[in-house]
């Protein structure tokens, strides 16, 4: 029995640079993430609990989301299984540093003050950042 996937060849010294997911591709992915490799049928399921979509809609996304590599699709069976070739840390590095470069000019205090100027942070969130604040100033001498 051979596994075709359908995915880019790339070299193994070098990870890819992979597109940023769309809104609509993101959905997908984060399916991908909480359930692990899934079917069309599995995902639209997952999806349409949060709102309706139609199936063919997901299943074409799917296929174009294989075709960019951000997907990888195992057709060894009649109903063909998708994984997530990145990582959700990678997905929000990848859009982070891109907002960061886009909309604050590559200053990261400009990005955190605005968030946290934008949406109130729990005490264990600030307590959280404070401690990640210390190991990072810490390392940083």
């Known amino acids: ?8 060849y790339y070299p193994a010294m070098a990870k890819p640079k992979l597109p940023e997911p769309t809104d609509g ?40 989301m294989a075709e960019k590599g951000l997907v990888e699709r195992d057709e060894s ?19 982070v540093g891109d907002l960061l470069d886009r909309l604050f000019q590559g200053s990261a205090k400009q990005l955190v003050m605005q968030a946290l100027s934008s949406q109130k942070a729990t005490r264990e969130e600030l307590s959280e950042i404070r401690r990640m604040l210390d190991e990072m100033t810490r390392g940083a001498k």
Do not use: N
């Open 25 to 64: 591709e993101l959905e997908i992915l984060q399916v991908l993430w909480e359930t692990g490799p899934a079917t069309v049928r599995e995902v639209h399921e997952r999806l349409c609990d949060r709102r309706p979509v139609v199936y063919t809609t997901v299943l074409k996304l799917m296929q174009i």
């Open 1 to 8: 029995m051979t596994i075709r996937k359908t995915s880019y």
């Open 77 to 95: 069976q009649r109903a063909h299984l998708y994984r997530a070739r990145l990582t959700q840390d990678e997905a929000r590095r990848m859009l």
